[in-house]
């Protein structure tokens, strides 16, 4: 096999080639409008902390990263969305800062309990959720869509009875950190990377990646060879609402409130975008978790690139969509099954 | 063209990643013949016919069709089949959510006048169908709910039913018994006399002597000949396909007859029984001892042995393990006892399709171990090897996705599988389904030789002739109730007998 081939063949091949083909549009962007080209990729330190359109795209897409990890596991065991993610991000964040300001006040300077207790109690609620949602779809066996529909209808609204409908606001300085800076680097983007880094070694040191796939692939003979898959997906729910509960608690920290009715709105379905985007598919089975990651970063990409061309952020999601469905169609099955086929003939031509 | 072929397919090449699956194979199909595609697993027998049928794309070659002026390249088997060609594939590859009448139809179900699917049209055909077959079973039951035996006569009756040609059938009769096979035969020789070219692959050589009125010889994707059957006796078909002289019916059990009523006992089960498959049955089993479990379609042969494994939940009854009371509520616990069990619906409980052959041969010896003890990567290519090389897997690498192998092939690797977790008691349901005849043997003896290292066996097997050769003591199930055992000199008649409820006890 030629070089090229057996680079196009790698699993995670589309997934950067869209990367690179959404930097080079910034490229092209910068190069066209008299700007520097490689803007995009230019960090600079000012007020002593990390600056740049890439850092940008690093700090803000760490949410989506963090979700990315969760969903990817959930997709493939159970063959199935968890589209609550999202309104789950809004109830722990609600639940970490009711706590962390008492309940009922709006705003708080002083930290009713220690800032730790707030922020385990946030990915604790994630995780009680998503073992909710893992129950009904591993032991009652109700669709995954359906069943974490309950969740993504109710979390957000239990969390707003949590902040009895206000709009809780830490003021605390030690807060923000979460959101904030550490040193010159953004935190969430360490966050990002030390979620992703412990799964991957969770995957590599433990049975679970073979668990998790082999029960998404064939639920009914990974039983006989002896794997409890009822609890295997429970487990991938759990993590995934653990998932969840930290991206709700970073986002939290980053706007310093529990703002209900929007954390984390809409960001299922770019936690989802993010696995199909990674190239895996979303009928269960083998994943990739590094495509998934790779997938979160390129949806931030894309929107922050959008804002940096000055797309309104009303019409930006227009845009997203077409750039999607051309990413989406450029990894389908039935394209590169074109594709191949394509080459094949030529071959075929070329020798006659 | 000469005027009695239906389908000429010449220089046929076709490469997969690694394997030359096939290499300028011809094959030639007449009507009103039925015409045996053999070779050993993995020579190239289903890429052939998927290359007819438009699943897989050759590179090169030429498929010629009676009455379709030019080369031929079908796209699908949609495609195929408006070309009078109807093809039942190695793999059961109907709906198991959808009804046996469903499945009978779909793809063209009866109409109403308003356009909508005539589904009291369409159950009537279906019974009638199934009657035809003999077959009495709900139509409007899902197909999962049917033993693999019932799922592929009803994917045979579904091709048989639409109007064709040619019929191809890829070892439609590895998981049949004796009864299915004979009206499988007699509907055969009906459309043979109707001038229908049927290709009927197989690995049991007295099936194709029973019916075959020619054999095309496959080896390593390479056309050995093709022979009237009358040139090809058994010896010679045995030497064809495997390049060297062999005796499949060789003995490999010495004949004396072994009584292992005083050897240790491993299980000993009391009034076991699962609602709706297996009445409450008592079973003894002792160290060394492989038993056979026979009876007739849907006699319960694999539900008694699922219970024992936990596959099923035993719903009644006691058993004890090595003398020790035991609970078994799922597989796991049945395995951390040291059983094992090679399920007979390789596609639906075996393999895990999208998994490589390394990660399918270490899935249970890696659940056993427990989530936070991986099996180091060296160990896993080790034990992988081992067994790769130890019952002839045919595979690219160990990396190859164990659903790209051939039919026998998966077979081996789940075989594989549980050998890896060496176990003192081990379920055989069809271990040999799909397997080439020299692999045949291979296992047979393997299965004797476990025996003798003191491990206890039960083989459940569609072919008398197979337990007659390994098994020292038979269990009779009918009606799923467990009858009678036979012991002492077995022989093809006292088992069929039995089976057919005759008096021995
Ligand atoms: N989808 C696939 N991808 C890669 N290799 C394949 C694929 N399908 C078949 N092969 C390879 O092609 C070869 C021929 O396989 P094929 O299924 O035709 O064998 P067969 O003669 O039908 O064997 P069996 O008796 O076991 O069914 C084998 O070496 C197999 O590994
Ligand atoms: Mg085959």
Same mark, same amino acid.
């Given at each position: 096999m030629s070089t090229i081939k057996k680079l196009t063949k790698n699993t995670l091949f589309l997934p950067i080639f869209c990367m690179i083909l959404v930097m080079a549009a910034n490229i092209l962007y910068d190069a066209a409008s008299g700007n520097f080209a490689f803007?995009?990729?230019?960090?600079?330190?000012?007020?002593?902390?990390l600056y740049g359109r890439l850092i940008d795209?690093?700090? /803000?897409?760490?949410? =989506?990263?963090?979700?990315?990890?969760?969903?990817?596991?959930?997709?493939? $065991?159970?063959?199935?969305?968890?589209?609550?993610?999202?309104?789950?991000?809004? +109830?722990?964040?609600?639940?970490?800062?009711?706590?962390?300001?008492? %309940?009922?006040? $709006?705003? &708080?300077? #002083?930290?009713?309990?220690? *800032?730790?207790?707030? %922020?385990?109690?946030? @990915? +604790?609620?994630?995780c009680v959720c998503g073992a909710f949602n893992g129950f009904l779809v591993a032991y009652l066996e109700i669709q995954p869509m359906v069943a974490t529909l309950i969740l993504y209808s109710a979390a957000r609204a239990i969390g707003l009875l949590l902040c009895n409908n206000l709009i809780v606001y830490i003021r605390a300085g030690s807060f923000a950190k979460l959101g904030g800076f550490t040193g010159p680097i953004p935190t969430p983007i360490i966050v990002a990377v030390v979620c992703v880094v412990v799964m991957i070694l969770i995957l590599k040191k433990t049975a679970l990646g073979l668990y998790i796939q082999s029960v998404g692939i064939n639920k009914k003979a990974s039983r006989i060879a002896g794997l409890n898959s009822q609890r295997i997906i429970m487990l991938c729910y759990i993590i995934c609402g653990l998932c969840a509960g930290l991206a709700g608690i970073v986002n939290a920290s980053r706007i310093t409130s529990a703002d209900s009715n929007n954390i984390g709105l809409n960001y299922e379905l770019d936690a989802i975008l993010s696995v199909a985007l990674g190239g895996n598919s979303?009928?269960?089975g083998k994943f990739n978790l590094l495509g998934s990651i790779i997938g979160a970063y390129t949806i931030q990409a894309i929107t922050t690139t959008l804002l940096a061309l000055g797309v309104s952020t009303s019409e930006a999601p227009v845009y997203k969509a077409i750039i999607v469905i051309a990413i989406v169609v450029i990894q389908s099955p039935v394209?590169?099954?074109?594709?191949?086929?394509?080459? &094949?003939?030529? &071959? &075929?031509?070329?020798?006659? | 063209m000469e005027n009695n072929v239906l389908l000429t397919m010449r220089g046929?090449?076709?490469?997969?990643?690694?394997?030359?699956?096939?290499?300028? @194979?011809? %094959?030639?199909? /007449?009507?009103?013949?039925i015409h045996a595609l053999m070779g050993e697993n993995g020579a190239g027998k289903s890429t052939l016919i998927k290359c007819l049928t438009g699943i897989n794309a050759f590179e090169a070659g030429e498929i010629h069709v009676d009455g379709i002026q030019g080369p031929v390249v079908n796209h699908s088997t949609l495609d195929a089949q408006k070309k009078g060609i109807s093809t039942v594939y190695q793999e059961v590859n109907l709906c198991p959510n959808l009804s046996v009448a469903e499945n009978l139809y779909i793809g063209r179900e009866p109409m109403t006048r308003f356009g909508t699917i005539n589904r009291r049209k369409m159950i009537q055909g279906a019974q009638k169908i199934m009657q035809e077959l003999d077959i009495n079973i709900d139509v409007t039951e899902n197909l999962e709910n049917f033993s693999l035996a019932i799922q592929q006569m009803i994917a045979i009756a579904r091709a048989v039913d639409m109007d064709c040609k040619a019929l191809i059938l890829d070892e439609p009769t590895s998981s049949l018994d004796d009864n299915e096979v004979e009206k499988l035969f007699v509907l055969m020789n009906k459309l043979k006399a109707q001038g229908v070219g049927i290709v009927f692959v197989t690995h049991f050589l007295e099936q194709v002597y029973a019916v075959c009125d020619r054999i095309t010889v496959l080896r390593n994707g390479q056309l050995v000949g093709e022979y009237p059957i009358e040139d090809l006796p058994r010896v010679k078909l045995v030497a064809a396909m495997m390049g060297k002289d062999f005796d499949d019916l060789a003995s490999i059990?010495?004949? #004396?007859?072994?009584?292992?009523?005083?050897?240790?006992?491993? =299980?000993?089960?009391?009034?076991?029984?699962?609602?709706?498959?297996?009445?409450?049955?008592?079973?003894?089993?002792?160290?060394?001892?492989?038993?056979? +479990?026979?009876?007739?379609l849907g006699s319960g042969r694999s539900e008694l042995a699922r219970v024992i494994y936990g596959a099923d939940k035993a719903q009644t009854g006691t058993m004890k393990v090595n003398g020790k009371e035991v609970k078994i509520n799922a597989p796991i616990d049945a395995m951390n006892l040291g059983m094992g069990l090679l399920p007979d619906d390789r596609k639906a409980e075996g393999i895990i399709g999208e998994l490589s052959v390394r990660e399918n041969i270490i899935l249970a010896m890696q659940a056993k171990r427990g989530v936070f003890r991986l099996l180091p990567m060296s160990k896993q290519i080790e034990i992988a090897d081992?067994?790769?090389?130890?019952?002839?897997?045919?595979?690219?690498?160990?990396?190859?996705?164990?659903?790209?192998?051939?039919?026998?092939?998966?077979?081996?690797?789940?075989?594989?599988?549980?050998l890896a977790t060496n176990p003192d008691f081990l379920v055989l349901d069809e271990p040999t389904r799909g397997i080439d005849i020299g692999t045949k043997t291979e296992i047979q003896k393997l299965v004797l030789q476990l025996a003798g290292e003191g491990k206890s066996i039960i083989f459940i097997s569609s072919e008398i002739e197979e337990m007659l050769r390994t098994c020292s003591r038979m269990v009779?199930? /009918?009606?799923?109730?467990?009858?009678?055992?036979?012991?002492? #000199? *077995?022989?093809?008649?006292?088992?069929?007998?039995?089976?057919?409820?005759g008096a021995d006890k």
């Open positions: 803007n995009f990729f230019t960090i600079s330190i000012r007020n002593g902390v795209v690093l700090n /803000r897409g760490s949410e =989506i990263a963090i979700l990315a990890v969760g969903m990817t596991l959930v997709v493939s $065991a159970s063959a199935g969305t968890d589209i609550s993610v999202g309104s789950v991000m809004s +109830l722990s964040a609600s639940m970490c800062c009711m706590l962390l300001a008492g %309940f009922g006040v $709006a705003s &708080a300077s #002083e930290l009713q309990v220690p *800032l730790i207790v707030g %922020f385990a109690a946030g @990915v +604790l609620m994630g979303l009928g269960g394209f590169k099954d074109y594709l191949n086929k394509r080459s &094949a003939k030529r &071959a &075929a031509r070329a020798r006659g | 046929i090449t076709m490469t997969f990643p690694g394997v030359k699956a096939l290499d300028n @194979v011809d %094959f030639t199909l /007449r009507k009103g013949e059990k010495s004949d #004396e007859v072994v009584d292992y009523s005083n050897a240790d006992v491993y =299980i000993d089960a009391k009034g076991l029984s699962h609602k709706g498959t297996i009445k409450p049955f008592d079973f003894l089993l002792h160290k060394g001892e492989v038993v056979g +479990l026979c009876g007739l081992e067994y790769i090389k130890l019952i002839q897997i045919k595979t690219a690498s160990k990396e190859t996705l164990i659903k790209q192998l051939s039919g026998g092939n998966q077979q081996k690797v789940i075989l594989a599988r549980w009779v199930l /009918r009606d799923g109730a467990k009858v009678g055992e036979l012991t002492g #000199e *077995l022989t093809q008649n006292r088992v069929m007998q039995a089976i057919a409820g």
